[in-house]
């Protein structure tokens, strides 16, 4: 059965104190590997998709890297406004979506 | 603006009373989806649908209709509902090329007592 577990649950980090969130999958057969942002209250937002191991994204704080068992979620210098859950999601080849249950982040200043 | 409107937003219902929840997409996306969010088990998929006409079932779609007559819109239907069906419903649509990013709904809080 395709799964997905993310860890840590919870993370707090004091602002500018560098970190990973992890995303470990089993899939059938991968379409694709999405991460998620969602703030309290929201939908989820679109942050990366990844297709195959070995493939990186960045965008601002955030750096997104694939092997074929995990996904790393880096985040740089966070700052207070980063706090959010992030989700990580797998595509199979039948066109379901799996997800994790998130990790929830909360940056201090 | 693009976007993923969901009604109503919140809702309070008793056991059996049939409902539907509206989901409608401006983007012109072939796929979309319906999940549902619930403490400690994250969201999981209830039903998709990759174009008009065409739908398939996700990971958790007992008690649960949809249909998918126009490419905007895709409906999720509760005929019966049961108080374990009380949680956070999105909606969601994604065009299918590219980066398949999904674009979510605002989301609709659903009690059944």
């Known amino acids: 059965e395709d799964q997905v577990t993310q860890s840590p649950e919870a993370l707090r980090l004091q602002e500018g104190e560098s970190s990973s969130l992890n995303c470990s999958y089993t899939v059938s057969g991968l379409r694709g590997l999405f991460w998620y942002r969602q703030d309290p209250g929201k939908g989820p937002e679109f942050l990366f998709t990844l297709y195959s191991a070995g493939e990186e994204k960045e965008k601002e704080r955030l750096k997104a890297t694939l092997t074929k068992k995990e996904s790393f979620l880096h985040i740089t210098a966070p700052k207070p406004e980063d706090s959010a859950t992030y989700l990580c999601?797998?595509?199979?080849?039948?066109?379901?979506?799996?997800f994790g249950t998130g990790t929830s982040l909360t940056v201090i200043p | 603006e693009a976007q993923v409107t969901q009604n109503p937003r919140y809702l309070i219902t008793v056991t059996g009373k049939k409902l539907t929840v509206t989901c409608s997409q401006n983007?012109?996306?072939?796929?979309m989806s319906w999940y549902r969010q619930d403490p400690g088990l994250g969201l999981r998929q209830i039903y998709y649908?990759?174009?008009?006409?065409?739908?398939d079932k996700g990971d958790v779609p007992e008690g649960y209709k949809v249909s998918r007559k126009e490419k905007r819109n895709f409906p999720l239907i509760l005929e019966s509902p049961s108080p374990n069906q009380t949680s956070l419903y999105f909606c969601?649509?994604?065009?299918?090329?590219?980066?398949?990013?999904?674009?979510f709904g605002p989301g609709t809080r659903l009690t059944v007592t």
């Open positions: 999601a797998v595509l199979n080849t039948g066109n379901q979506f799996y």
């Open positions: 983007m012109n996306h072939e796929y």
């Open positions: 649908s990759m174009n008009v006409e065409v739908t």
């Open positions: 969601a649509s994604s065009s299918w090329t590219g980066r398949r990013e999904q674009y």
